[in-house]
């Protein structure tokens, strides 16, 4: 069963990102998705499950022209609103059912957004026939201190997620798929306002190596090009 998206939801994401946990957390999530995404400007990306449109947002800064596609209403009436002067294009569609043309799209990104599909292999399909063969995915890792506390943590939305662990994501994909991939946020978010500099420092510098604990796991996956 698919996730419901409300507008509290959505409320809470944003003002989530607004805490110290949430700024520590964007600023890492952001720099793992800058360095595998390497989005020239121009690029035509979409997001599949962009919510409130934090990550499109973000897509647009990078230097892409956006559409951000979303089944909930509620999410995207926030994201409409918070947009301000951006120019993303914010959707409603279906990730089965992707209101484009074939290869239409630079770069397909799914952030945060696996968890909560009941077909993953059907939806990654669909991204792949919009994509010019690259697809990004940002997903929850299963194996870390973050995921555990999440799933303790009793709010409804954590015990509907689907947490994916590294291996499970690259046989989604098949063998037919060039893979990379890095991960980031490996401390636990305690007392994340002390030493903030220092810890992001920290977390930057372990970023840097293709360590499998990190919570939050980004994946770029590529068509193998042929002759």
Request: aromatic content about 14%; glycine content about 8%.
């Amino acid at each position: 069963m698919e996730v419901a998206f409300n507008k509290d939801i959505a409320c809470f994401y944003e003002d989530w990102y607004k805490s110290p946990k949430g700024r520590l957390v964007d600023l890492l999530e952001k720099d793992l998705i800058e360095r595998l995404c390497q989005i020239k400007t121009g690029d035509k990306v979409l997001e599949i499950g962009c919510g409130t449109g934090h990550f499109s947002s973000y897509f647009e800064e990078l230097g892409g022209k956006v559409v951000g596609l979303d089944t909930s209403f509620e999410m995207l009436t926030v994201a409409r609103d918070k947009a301000g002067n951006t120019k993303v294009d914010f959707k409603t569609g279906n990730a089965y059912a992707l209101p484009f043309a074939d290869r239409e799209f630079d770069l397909v990104a799914m952030i945060t957004t696996l968890e909560f599909i009941a077909e993953p292999k059907k939806a990654l399909e669909e991204a792949f026939r919009v994509s010019k063969g690259k697809i990004f995915l940002g997903i929850l890792n299963r194996h870390s201190f973050l995921a555990w506390q999440r799933k303790r943590s009793g709010k409804r939305i954590w015990q509907q997620a689907n947490f994916y662990t590294l291996g499970e994501v690259k046989s989604l994909f098949g063998k037919d798929k060039k893979i990379k991939w890095s991960s980031a946020l490996f401390l636990p978010l305690f007392n994340t306002s002390l030493f903030f500099r220092l810890r992001l420092n920290l977390e930057r510098f372990l970023s840097k190596f293709n360590l499998p604990g990190g919570a939050f796991i980004g994946i770029l996956a590529e068509e193998n090009k042929r002759g």
